[in-house]
């Protein structure tokens, strides 16, 4: 069993716990705190309950907690003193996560101070709306803290956290791994794997990544084929089971395209989606619709990856790089679909279109270049 503490200085707002307290089936054990006016004494709180996690509602600062008094405090400096300690002793480190109202976050994203110190950003309703997925993302971020702590001081910690072989390790720069061993607390180590590698699809792919390479439709991924598809690729060892792997499910891309490959005698990347359909279905005796392009409605088409705006399967051809400054050269960027761009429900997900294609985007948007 884990301990999780929630503080929040509305005492109302426990009741959101109860939710995932009884999906958590006795994995996780819930503490309820609220804060202190001194933010030292609401650490010395907290540390009581030897958290595993931390929930920190981030307004801490709107209703009185002793008498007439507020903590005039945010969760920022609370997560910092956590932080603090960590790095003077890399065993007390722990996931946390900002946990509030959907008008709290937006404070909370102009707040460029405070976006280092947490691991997960959350609304409230998502507890409550999504409690079975979020008990599998804490518990997630716990052993991973875990994990990282149990490899801290030793070499190839990157290795050793994502269960890499020797064939993945070809796809990974040697600076890559040395930066990973050169970082001075689990909580660095933490966002870098999770923003690098599991949020990314590069060496990893997260579900729509994964039929996209594949040439799947979208509409088959609740399909009982598509779970057998799920099976098959299990079952030979494509599945990542390294750090964040039980909460984040991801996929080896050079596996699963070295797998399909040996048996169709042909690269992914050279069959459009209606020939990868055709050949998994030769394969495997399941079938699927073939993915189509956003942007020509057919699926005479090479998709490779899901767009970063819609999620789709999307070709090069028709998409754009988005704004993303990657920490790494090897690390691809987000791209977005031509269809994306026309509707303009790329900006409604914060996206920016990279400089290198705003002239393509402009053209698209103004209706200088369309399907037909």
């Known amino acids: 069993m884990y301990n999780v503490v929630f503080v929040d200085d509305r005492e109302d707002q426990f009741n959101i716990l109860s939710h995932v307290n009884r999906e958590s089936k006795g994995i996780l054990k819930f503490f309820e705190c609220v804060p202190e006016i001194s933010i030292i004494d609401t650490q010395k709180k907290i540390s009581e309950k030897s958290p595993d996690l931390l929930l920190l509602d981030y307004r801490l600062d709107e209703k009185p907690v002793k008498g007439n008094k507020i903590a005039e405090y945010k969760a920022g400096p609370v997560a910092q003193q956590f932080r603090d300690s960590s790095i003077e002793d890399h065993r007390k480190d722990l996931p946390i996560f900002a946990v509030s109202l959907e008008d709290n976050i937006r404070l909370y994203e102009a707040d460029k101070t405070a976006h280092d110190l947490f691991d997960q950003i959350w609304v409230k309703n998502f507890l409550i709306d999504h409690p079975i997925e979020a008990t599998k993302k804490m518990t997630s971020f716990i ?43 689990p909580h660095l180590i933490s966002t870098n794997i999770f923003n690098t590698v599991i949020k990314r699809s590069w060496l990893l792919l997260d579900e729509n990544n994964l039929i996209a390479l594949l040439g799947i439709h979208p509409d088959d991924k609740e399909s009982e084929h598509f779970n057998g598809l799920i099976k098959v690729i299990d079952e030979n060892d494509i599945d990542y089971n390294g750090i964040f792997g039980n909460g984040f499910p991801r996929w080896w891309a050079n596996r699963l395209k070295g797998f399909f490959e040996d048996r169709y005698s042909a690269a992914l990347g050279d069959l459009t989606s209606a020939e990868r359909v055709e050949k998994i279905s030769e394969c495997t005796g399941l079938k699927f619709k073939p993915a189509l392009s956003r942007w020509t409605n057919n699926s005479d088409t090479y998709v490779s990856f899901a767009c ?55 053209k698209i948007r103004h209706g200088k270049i369309v399907f037909g």
Do not use: M
């Open 308 to 362: 970063s705006s819609c999620r789709n399967p999307t070709e090069v051809e028709y998409s754009v790089s988005a704004y993303d400054p990657v920490p790494h050269p090897v690390i691809g960027k987000n791209r977005i679909c031509w269809k994306c761009i026309q509707t303009g429900e790329y900006e409604e997900k914060g996206l920016l279109v990279d400089d290198s294609d705003e002239f393509t985007a402009d």
């Open 143 to 185: 052993k991973a803290y875990k994990e990282i702590i149990n490899v801290f001081n030793t070499d190839n910690r990157l290795q050793k956290l994502l269960q890499i072989n020797a064939k993945e390790v070809g796809f990974i720069d040697s600076h890559f791994f040395r930066g990973i061993n050169k970082l001075e607390a």
